[in-house]
Each structure stands twice: as structure tokens, then as C-alpha cells.
């Protein structure tokens, strides 16, 4: 059952992922027919807390509800917010005895603090996943994902990520039913498709560093509507094929068609951001040939359909 939830909030907390469970999780919405609950906002003691955006909020409890809520949830902070220990042992007693434990955006890294990130999977903004995964090398971070279960410990990714999660926490508890009554009275999806990735920021690099391949990666740059082969491509480099393709993975990390296929999906984000271009003329412009060969690999390295992506990242600035 989810009838009682307690945030936790320290110095440097974020308002608007504060304000996202308390949307969802704070705010009486009975009379609509919906789910109700006991609703703490917690701090170390019922003393004034210095937000991210420079204003204070008073807490209205201390780390009591945390020993007794059916979700305990940390909203974002400032990275470099540090707990005292007397929050990671109430964290960890409310894994211990089975509360859902959730984090929206950077949260992530007070739970990761606690030793609640171990050895599970997790997801946090897609700016953080490098750090939170440096922080602790054993969790599993997936980069790509909205939020991430992984038994009673849910992370979301930032901001509306943040909704996503707690709707999906709603969902679980009391039905999609619920749910998606909640999300229209909120006046947001119910359920988004795709991942962080077509949010990260992804220019088109100027400049590969990769020496002894410099020349050719240049000349690939400026045509990748063109259809080439690697056979082409070690012969540009006077290399014979098998060398070419060794160097190409030593200097780049990776293999000469995904690099380029890569390369390729960062031009047609563009293009469908910034022109009019149908997609089969994002396919021909951007090297793909085909939407359908577009659409393929568009959807597996963003997590979006080409249609889907314009649609929410179309520049409809109005010029003149």
C-alpha cells in the first residue's frame, strides 16, 4: 500500500522537484475521486533549509516519518549537498524494512551516499550519470532511461522525469486507471516513450581527435550525405583495408560505421530541429538514404522516431 510519503530536505534542495512530489503526492485531491496521503516534508531538525533558487522552506517535521512512510523520497540537491549520518542510517532503515526509496534528478547521489545505489540499477540527469557512476562504481547507471526500478528503490532522471516516476509509483500502487485520471487532472501524459537521450545536448563535433585519421574523419564530416565503404575509406588513408579498420577503432574507440552512423543521427537532429526537410530528405541529406534506414537507426541511438523527436524539438521561433 502507498497511503504515507516522507521527502527528505537538506541545504541546496531543489523547489521544483520538491514541488513535483508534492503535486503529486501532497496535494488533497479526494474530491476527485482520487488517492490521498500523509504528506511529510523532513529535515534534520524543524529549522529553516537554504533552497537552490536562494530562498528558505521550514520543514514540518524532523527524520521521524522517514522510520515510517510507505515511500521515502529525496528530491534533487545540490551535488555537492552532503548528509550527516544520521540521514544515511534513516535511509537505510527504511530500505531495510521494505519502504519504496526514490529519488528524482540528482537525489540520486544522497542515496548513492547511503550505500542504496550498490550493486542497482539507477538513473539520474543525464549530466550526473558520469559523476554518479565515478561516485560508485558498483551501481549499474543506466544513461538513457527516464527512471529506473529495481525492486522497491526508484530513480528518475531530471525534472519531468520526475513526474513520469511518481505517476509510475501511483500506477503500481492503485492502477493505471488512477493514474491516468491523476495525469489529466495535472495536465501531463500519463506515459512518455523514449529516453533521456534525445534531451542530451549532442553537436556535431568540428574537430576528431584522432591524429593519424584526422584527414579522413574531416573529409567524412563534410560528407556524410555521401555513400562511402571502408575499402574507400583506407584507400583515402593509404592503408590497406584490415589496418585501416584497426587504427580507426584505436584512435576513435569504436568502428567505422558505427562512428559513422553516430555522426550521421547528430546531422539529422539538426535537420529536424532546424529545416522544413521531410524526414526522407533528412534521410537523403544526412547519408541514411532511406527513412525507413533513418528511422531505424534514429530510434535506437535517441529513443525517439524522427517524427516524434521534431515534434517536441522543432524551432517554431517565429522569423522576420
Known amino acids: 500500500m502507498l497511503r504515507s510519503v516522507a521527502v527528505l530536505v537538506l541545504d541546496g534542495v531543489a523547489p521544483f522537484e520538491l514541488g513535483v512530489l508534492a503535486e503529486v503526492f501532497g496535494t488533497d485531491r479526494t474530491a476527485d475521486g482520487l488517492p490521498s496521503y500523509r504528506f ?40 555537492t549537498t552532503t548528509a550527516p549520518a544520521e540521514v544515511h542510517e534513516a535511509l537505510r532503515r527504511a530500505a531495510d524494512r521494505g519502504a519504496y526509496l526514490f529519488s528524482v534528478c540528482a537525489g540520486a547521489y544522497l ?25 560508485h562504481p558498483t551501481a549499474q547507471v543506466r544513461s538513457n532511461s527516464l527512471y529506473v526500478q529495481d525492486g522497491r528503490l526508484l530513480t528518475s532522471a531530471g525534472t519531468a522525469a520526475g513526474i513520469d516516476a511518481c505517476l509510475h509509483l501511483v500506477r503500481q500502487a492503485h492502477g493505471s486507471a488512477t493514474a491516468t485520471r491523476l495525469a489529466r487532472r495535472m495536465v501531463v501524459p ?18 576528431p581527435q584522432a591524429p593519424t585519421l584526422e584527414p579522413v574523419l574531416e573529409w567524412l564530416m563534410g560528407h556524410l550525405d555521401r555513400q562511402t565503404t571502408v575499402d574507400e575509406l583506407a584507400a583515402r588513408a593509404g592503408m590497406a583495408p584490415r589496418t585501416f ?59 525517439a522516431t524522427p517524427q516524434a523527436y521534431r515534434g517536441t524539438f522543432r524551432d517554431r521561433t517565429p522569423t522576420g
Request: charge should be neutral; glycine fraction near 8%.
Open 245 to 303: 579498420a584497426r587504427r580507426f577503432r584505436a584512435e576513435t574507440g569504436t568502428t567505422p560505421h558505427d562512428w559513422l552512423t553516430n555522426q550521421r543521427v547528430l546531422l539529422a537532429r539538426r535537420l529536424l530541429e532546424d529545416t522544413t526537410l521531410t524526414v526522407q530528405g533528412v534521410a537523403e541529406r544526412a547519408g541514411f538514404g532511406d527513412a525507413a534506414v533513418l528511422r531505424h537507426h534514429f530510434t535506437r541511438r535517441v529513443g
Open 40 to 79: 511529510d516534508v523532513c529535515g534534520t531538525r524543524q529549522a529553516p533549509v537554504r533552497t537552490s533558487a536562494g530562498f528558505h522552506l521550514i520543514p514540518n517535521a524532523d527524520l521521524a516519518p522517514l522510520d515510517r512512510a510507505d515511500l521515502v523520497a529525496v528530491p534533487a540537491h545540490d551535488p
Open 111 to 135: 542515496l548513492g551516499e547511503a550505500g542504496l545505489l550498490d550493486g542497482r540499477d539507477c538513473t539520474t540527469h543525464w549530466r550526473h550519470v558520469d559523476e554518479l557512476q565515478r561516485r
Open 190 to 207: 500519463p506515459h512518455r516513450d523514449g529516453g533521456q537521450a534525445q534531451y542530451i545536448e549532442a553537436p556535431i563535433p568540428k574537430a
